[in-house]
């Protein structure tokens, strides 16, 4: 028959329904929020391969959650206009509650809920499985996104200057006109060209000076650029040398070590068990008792190498990995 859930056993059904990705899971929540805790646990259906459907009305996730969930190749989202359920469902279980999504793992706020048992409420959990699909076939299914616009600032070089007509006239009007040409005029301008030679040869040699220091100098940095690239390379070679030799070396392969304890859930995976009927096993070999509407490792649990472990949101019972039921 059903079962009243308090805050803290609503907590901990609600993770376990989340844990068990043996199946497909149904959340039905009007607002789509995410928290830490809750991105782990999708994180971990995802990883497994579990398919999970969101419905919801509202959507109050920020521009990374979203950027985020589309990550995720086995989560599907759907839109429902006026929704104010709060349900979370799969193959065997249904919890309907008041404590939304965001809220799982924190317990900040009295919550209650329902626990409704396929396998025990089988007339209740049908009446809430068709009820979900009829807000599943109502529903539009949207595919949350979020652009990342990101802009560049290009610089343009604009060319101011204007051209200067002034700078163009022809040199024409400012010619002299052209004067009878005497003697002297004329053995002026030989002087002038002999004392222009004259003067012209002593800063040829100073040029051609001053090309060859520069040769000198120039010749320098490439001869140290040349002796660098030799030593280069030859730390090349060497470097080359070292590692077919690292490769010649034999290498010893490292066995894979696998985990002493499991969770409930993996270990009913490792078994080919749903999560539930694991849990139902272990409370009827005594390694699990109800106390408060929590189930907690017994004594008898202990025993046969179970133990109780305290997380960042509660506690959870750990087992043999080669334990067999």
Known sequence: MAKFLSTSATTYQLENLLQDTTEQLIIVTPTFKLNER??????????EQAATHILYQQNHLQPAEMHWLNTLNYLRTSFCKNLQAQCYLNDSEAI???LQLHAIGQEQQNEMGVLIHRDTDAELYQETYDEVQRLLIISEAVRITVDMLSTANKDFAIDTTKPDNNSFKSNA??????SKNTVAQQSNK????????DTQQPTDKLKDKDKSEAVARDSKPKKILKAAASKSAVAQDTEKGKEKNKEKEPTTAIPATLPDKLTTAKLAKSLGLKTPELKSKLMALGYLEEINGEM??????????GESRKGRFGE???????MQI
Request: some cysteine; glycine content about 4%; aromatic content about 4%.
């Open 38 to 47: 809750v991105q782990e646990l999708l994180a971990q259906r995802d990883s």
């Open 316 to 322: 959870f019972c750990v087992w043999d990995a080669k």
């Open 296 to 305: 907690v490792l017994s004594e008898a649990g202990r025993k046969t190498g």
């Open 173 to 178: 009007a400012e010619q002299p006109k052209a």
């Open 96 to 98: 309907i509650t008041s």
């Open 190 to 197: 030989v002087d002038d060209k002999a004392q222009a030679s």
